[in-house]
C-alpha cells in the first residue's frame, strides 16, 4: 500500500474520489500523482473542477452507476469528460462528497438530507440510500470509507451506527484513521474493491488497519 499527497496535502480525499473504473482529481494535479492513482487503483483518472473548486472530493461522489454534484456545477461538460451520467443535486446540503458515504450498492447520507434529494441520490447512483450518522458524525462522506469489498470509519461509532451499517452495506465497519490520528478517515484514503492509496503522513498502523477494513490484506 502507497501513500502519497495530492496538491501537496495529504488531505487526498478532500481533492479526489474514486470508484471501480474512474478517478477524479483536481486540475494541477501533478502528472506522476495521477499515473500513481492510474496503476495503484487500476482507473482512469480524469482532471477536472466541481463547481469551479479543486475540492472535488469535498463536492462530488459517484459509483459505477453515475455522479452527482452541486448547484452550479458544470454537469453536462463533466458527464461528456469521463462518460457517466452526472447530477445535479439541489439543495443547501449540497458538498456531496462531504455527506454521502457510498459504494455500488448502498448509501448513507447526512441524517438532515431531504427526503426528495435522498430519492435523487438513490435514482442517480442506483442504491439503497439511508440517513444516519458515523460516531455522531453528520459529515458521513469524510467519516467513513466505503468500497465494494469493505468499510472503514471513525472510532467512536456507536452499535446503533454499527448495526445499521452492517445492514446496509453488508459488512462490519472496521474503526481506524488516517494520517497520524485523523477521525475523518474520508479524507485521507482513496479506495475501490482494487486498491487504495493514502494521505502522506498515515502511519504503519494505520495502513495495516485499512486494509483489514477494506479486504485488501
Same mark, same amino acid.
Given at each position: 500500500?502507497q501513500?502519497?499527497?495530492?496538491?501537496?496535502?495529504?488531505?487526498?480525499g478532500?481533492?479526489?474520489?474514486?470508484?471501480?473504473?474512474?478517478?477524479l482529481v483536481?486540475?494541477?494535479?501533478?502528472?506522476?500523482v495521477?499515473?500513481?492513482?492510474?496503476?495503484?487503483?487500476?482507473?482512469?483518472?480524469?482532471k477536472c473542477?466541481v463547481?469551479?473548486?479543486?475540492l472535488?472530493?469535498?463536492?462530488?461522489?459517484?459509483?459505477s452507476?453515475g455522479f452527482?454534484?452541486?448547484?452550479?456545477?458544470?454537469?453536462? +461538460?463533466?458527464? &461528456?469528460?469521463?462518460g457517466?451520467?452526472v447530477? @445535479?443535486?439541489?439543495?443547501? !446540503?449540497?458538498?456531496?462528497?462531504? *455527506?454521502l458515504?457510498?459504494?455500488?450498492?448502498?448509501?448513507?447520507?447526512?441524517?438532515?438530507?431531504?427526503?426528495n434529494?435522498v430519492?435523487?441520490?438513490g435514482?442517480?447512483?442506483?442504491i439503497?440510500?439511508?440517513?444516519?450518522?458515523? +460516531?455522531g458524525? &453528520?459529515?458521513v462522506?469524510?467519516?467513513?470509507? @466505503?468500497?465494494?469489498?469493505? !468499510?472503514l470509519?471513525?472510532?467512536g *461509532?456507536t452499535?446503533?451506527?454499527?448495526?445499521?451499517l452492517?445492514?446496509l452495506?453488508?459488512?462490519a465497519?472496521?474503526?481506524?484513521?488516517?494520517?497520524?490520528?485523523?477521525?475523518?478517515?474520508?479524507?485521507?484514503?482513496l479506495?475501490?474493491?482494487k486498491?487504495?492509496?493514502?494521505?502522506?503522513?498515515?502511519?504503519?498502523y494505520?495502513?495495516g488497519r485499512?486494509?483489514?477494513?477494506?479486504?485488501?490484506?
Open positions: 500500500m501513500t502519497i499527497n495530492i496538491m501537496d496535502t495529504p488531505v487526498i478532500v481533492f479526489s474520489t474514486c470508484t471501480e473504473e474512474i478517478c483536481p486540475e494541477g494535479t501533478r502528472p506522476e495521477t499515473a500513481q492513482i492510474e496503476k495503484r487503483l487500476d482507473v482512469s483518472v480524469y473542477l463547481n469551479d473548486s479543486i472535488v472530493g469535498s463536492m462530488c461522489r459517484g459509483n452507476n452527482l454534484v452541486p448547484e452550479n456545477s458544470k454537469a453536462d +461538460a463533466l458527464s &461528456k469528460q469521463f457517466k451520467p447530477t @445535479v443535486m439541489p439543495g443547501k !446540503l449540497n458538498a456531496v462528497g462531504n *455527506i458515504l457510498a459504494n455500488d450498492t448502498a448509501g448513507l447520507v447526512h441524517p438532515e438530507m431531504p427526503d434529494i430519492r435523487i441520490i435514482d442517480t447512483l442506483k439503497d440510500v439511508r440517513k444516519g450518522t458515523i +460516531a458524525i &453528520k459529515t462522506g469524510m467519516a467513513g470509507c @466505503v468500497t465494494n469489498k469493505g !468499510l470509519v471513525s472510532p *461509532i452499535e446503533d451506527e454499527t448495526a445499521l452492517e445492514d452495506f453488508g459488512f465497519p472496521v474503526v481506524g484513521s488516517v494520517n497520524f490520528g485523523s477521525r475523518m478517515v474520508g479524507s485521507g484514503i479506495a475501490n474493491s486498491n487504495c492509496l493514502a494521505g502522506s503522513e498515515t502511519s504503519g494505520e495502513l485499512i486494509l483489514t477494513a477494506l479486504d485488501l490484506e
